[in-house]
């Protein structure tokens, strides 16, 4: 049964892991989760910790500070009253100073003076001494407030609580790899990775790579060209870093290339012989003719460029998209052995080569959009599985008006595309079907 993925909007700083599920309620896959960063003790839950710690050293340090204070206030205070008898007993004396020496009225009037002074101190003392009792209760209060988050957040141990996600990220997987393969529903995009080369062109990474394999391939022009550049990820595509250039021992046709678990395979110029060319030893494995297959401009895509023959990859293998005149110029599809390049099993359609704009495949579904110019849409979709076809109505935005390349990525569910001399990526949306225990 074909169920679509439901949109989940969580709060912000969380991620949410979906899959899709079946009428019967199995395979039940979605978890709206803390991100990765927030676990563990290297994000927020430590700066939270940090935080309180902080408070905690702030709190003990008034506490000290407020001792202190309140020993030297008492101090001042005893000094108060003894500045006011002074000054009390100075005022006496001094009216009946006659009766005293000179000197020691001297002595006395100057002790009195020296005092004088700490009378603003004692004021400034009793002002500091109600703030610090202010800043004692916000710390208070601060304190509480922290150590109540840090409940919430520690309603499971850290650690415990990656080692959750980490487990529903592994249930995830698991239900993921029951989805079978899915029918286009929707293109979205294009994302504009670069903009290099002439008009036509093609680039593409290898869809059986590991997940750290990164590798972009690029091979500018469709004709007289031999030259393949490759890039150790998209950034150092995107920055024109180069790590190792091929040199093709036969120039290209067209711009329909796929590299697929390793190895280029490629149209040879003027010619309907496909090769297989190894990155790893820099040589040509084996190459094989498309018998029958029209060559060098016979059959191309509306767009021309000896786009006759067309070589593709998709979770089901790699393929040959071409015409022949047994089957009156309409698409054929091949299904091919990689090693070898023998044909595995051969469809014909009845839509017309040179009336397709790009094609491409998706869990052995051709896909024909029908041009390479603005307004194009996937229009004509033929199923290998059921040897039927129907009419679709998908448009995609043809951003740069000339589409010269347009090929599925079955490791990054996306399509590669090479528009009027801007590499693009266009995401799709899939239709799944649920493959239950009952179905293996």
């Not at 690029?218 to 550049?229: A, E, L, Q, R």
């Not at 040959?320 to 359609?349: E, K």
């Not at 935005?397 to 001399?421: C, E, I, K, P």
């Amino acid at each position: 049964m074909c169920l679509s993925v439901q949109t989940i909007r969580p709060k912000e700083g969380w991620q949410v892991y979906s899959s899709a599920q079946d009428a019967d309620g199995r395979c039940i896959c979605t978890v709206v989760a803390p991100e990765q960063n927030l676990c563990s003790r290297d994000a927020k839950g430590r700066q939270l910790r940090q935080l309180l710690e902080k408070v905690q050293n702030m709190s003990q340090s008034i506490e000290v500070l407020n001792l202190r204070t309140q020993r030297d206030f008492q101090y001042i205070m005893r000094m108060e009253s003894q500045i006011k008898g002074l000054r009390s007993k100075f005022r006496q004396i001094e009216a009946d100073r006659k009766t005293l020496v000179n000197k020691n009225f001297q002595e006395l009037k100057g002790k009195m003076e020296s005092l004088q002074p700490l009378i603003p101190v004692l004021e400034q003392y009793k002002t500091d001494a109600k703030l610090i009792s202010q800043f004692k209760e916000e710390i208070r209060n601060l304190s509480g407030v922290l150590m109540g988050i840090q409940e919430e957040m520690g309603a499971y141990d850290y650690e415990e609580l990656q080692q959750r996600v980490l487990n529903l990220e592994n249930r995830l997987r698991n239900c993921m790899s029951k989805l079978t393969c899915g029918k286009l529903m929707k293109i979205n995009g294009p994302l504009t990775v670069k903009t290099s080369g002439t008009r036509f062109g093609a680039w593409m990474t290898d869809p059986q790579a590991s997940p750290k394999n990164n590798r972009v391939w690029y091979m500018d022009s469709y004709t007289n060209n031999k030259i393949v550049k490759e890039f150790k990820s998209i950034t150092d595509f995107v920055a024109g870093v180069e790590s190792r250039t091929y040199n093709l021992p036969f120039k290209w046709a067209g711009t329909n290339h796929v590299v697929y678990n390793g190895s280029l395979y490629y149209n040879k110029m003027q010619s309907n012989i496909i090769v297989r060319y190894s990155f790893e030893t820099g040589r040509v494995v084996t190459q094989r003719a498309l018998e029958s297959a029209g060559f060098h401009n016979v059959y191309p895509y509306t767009w021309g460029g000896f786009s006759d023959i067309d070589l593709m990859a998709d979770e089901l293998g790699l393929w040959a998209v071409y015409a022949t005149n047994q089957n009156a110029g309409n698409i054929v599809i091949s299904q091919l052995n990689p090693d070898t390049l023998q044909i595995i099993n051969t469809w014909n359609t009845e839509y017309s080569k040179r009336n397709a704009g790009e094609s491409f495949m998706i869990c052995g579904t051709l896909y024909i959009t029908n041009s390479h110019l603005t307004g194009a849409k996937v229009y004509y979709a033929y199923s290998t599985k059921t040897s039927t076809y129907e009419y679709t109505d998908i448009p995609f935005h043809n951003q740069y008006f000339h589409m010269s390349m347009l090929d599925y990525n079955a490791r990054d569910r996306a399509l590669y595309g090479w528009n009027n001399g801007h590499q693009v990526l266009f995401n799709v949306t899939l239709f799944h079907i649920i493959k239950t225990e009952d179905d293996s």
